[in-house]
């Protein structure tokens, strides 16, 4: 067996099998390229679904990181660093917001930002106990997550995972009348993809 299908085999023994990735292992990236195990290079048209938009191993990133590596692991948020005032600025600057709160992946964005408009709508809004709505669309794809899955149309991502969590109406990707319908005075936010990329 050669590297490449050894990978492979391995990977299936032993990993959950939650995912269906293509059967090519890749090793080594630089800028817009990858290379498998076998030497072959390819133009990364998906670059890992736009989370690696700046290049592989991109210098600049790369330097900071090693150097970053060499000085202070982590923190937590139990104490302070001297590097999140800094990422608060340039993230502001860029994005106009005026607040924010870093996240690790998309489905933890998604996830805290339900708890931020159920809050906002208990506190501000005025909604009664418990009765918050968050109106999504037919065919969304926000993440893999248990309260994400809870308001997927995707059998596939609910399939033996219930039961799950209320509080989400589904309305048709596109029909703005639905969407009208839907609103109530208990809606809380509306989640949507403005272009939906993993359609079922
Ligand atoms: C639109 C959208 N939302 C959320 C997610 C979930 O992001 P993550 O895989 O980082 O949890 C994805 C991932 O592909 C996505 O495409």
Not at 9 to 30: F, I, Q
Not at 45 to 58: D, E, I, P, T
């Given at each position: ?71 202070l692991t982590l923190t937590s948020r139990a104490f302070r660093n001297d590097q999140l005032a800094?990422l608060y ?12 709160l870093p996240?690790n ?96």
């Open positions: 067996m050669n590297t490449t299908s050894a990978l492979i085999e391995t990977e299936y023994r032993l990993g959950a099998h939650n995912y269906k990735p293509l059967d090519v292992v890749l090793s080594r990236g630089e800028g817009v390229y990858v290379w498998d195990t076998e030497g072959k290079r390819y133009l990364d048209c998906l670059s890992a679904y736009s989370a690696v938009n700046q290049g592989h191993c991109h210098p600049k990133i790369l330097a900071a990181m090693i150097e970053q590596a060499g000085k800094h600025e340039e993230l502001a600057a860029l994005t106009g917001s005026h607040k924010i996240m992946s998309g489905a933890e964005a998604v996830e805290t930002a339900v708890k931020a408009v159920r809050k906002w709508g208990y506190e501000v809004k005025g909604v009664p106990e418990n009765c918050a709505e968050i109106i999504v669309c037919s065919n969304n794809f926000h993440g893999r997550t248990m309260g994400i899955v809870g308001f997927s149309t995707d059998p596939d991502a609910r399939a033996n995972f219930g039961p799950f969590a209320p509080g989400f109406k589904t309305v048709t990707f596109g029909d703005l009348e639905s969407f009208r319908e839907a609103i109530t005075e208990n809606t809380v936010a509306f989640l949507i993809e403005p272009i939906q990329g993993k359609r079922v």
